[in-house]
């Protein structure tokens, strides 16, 4: 079945330290890959996205992600985090046969002064 | 240049009344998507409208419904409304050119008593 995993819930990173986010799917096709960050009571910001090329894609706010397709992974990262960085942040994917996203659970990220 | 604007913001139904929900897409964008969030969850794809036709449609009960305006404007529509419908319901829209380079309103938070 197709699926969309983020596997860490929740996050704490210090201020000025680098984040890393993990985000695996399962599909029978490499699909279109996205991260979003929703910060409290907003909707959806897309930070980057990944179609095909080049598997180091860079996005807003100085976040980058890397897509593995020997591991089925689009791990979102942040070499220094700002406080304004705390959000929610989803992985989604696109199937390339249909108009749906579908979305991981989602990563809370908490950044500490 | 507005980007996706949703109305309202808040709302409060009881048990078994109905819900409209509006959606206005970026300019420039001629495709509609709807997604319930709900809480501590990723977003689900309700549905999607082009051409003011329902393109596609997630695991979601006829209870919901939608329409777009020739102006590309969308409305949700929930019947019947149950308590496990209190969620975050978005909006997306997209080009046709490109469905899932999809941009997210704010949200309207539905809560149902």
């Known amino acids: ?113 | 240049d507005a980007g996706v604007t949703q109305s309202p913001t808040h709302l409060i139904k009881t048990r078994g009344q109905q819900v409209t929900l509006r959606c206005s897409p970026k300019s420039g964008h001629d495709t509609v998507s709807w997604y319930q969030q709900a809480l501590g969850q990723g977003p689900q794809f309700i549905f999607q409208y082009y051409e003011e036709e329902e393109r596609q449609r997630g695991n979601f009960p006829d209870r919901f419904s939608g329409h777009q305006f020739p102006n590309y404007s969308s409305e949700l529509n929930v019947n019947a409304l149950w308590l496990g419908d209190s969620a975050l319901y978005l909006c997306a829209s997209s080009a046709a050119r490109a469905p899932y380079e999809q941009y997210f309103g704010p949200g309207t938070r539905l809560t149902v008593t």
């Open chain 1, 1 to 113: 079945a197709q699926s969309v995993t983020q596997p860490d819930i929740h996050i704490t990173v210090s201020e000025g330290a680098s984040l890393e986010l993990r985000c695996n799917y399962s599909y029978g096709a490499t699909p279109y890959l996205f991260w979003y960050v929703q910060s409290p009571g907003q909707g959806l910001q897309l930070l980057l996205k990944y179609f095909s090329g080049d598997t180091l894609v860079q996005g807003i706010k100085g976040f980058e992600a890397e897509f593995k397709r020997s591991q089925s992974s689009f791990n979102l990262r942040k070499p220094s985090v700002h406080w304004s960085d705390a959000a929610e942040y989803f992985c989604a994917v696109g199937a390339r046969v249909d108009y749906k996203l579908s979305f991981g659970a989602g990563t809370t990220v908490t950044v500490r002064a």
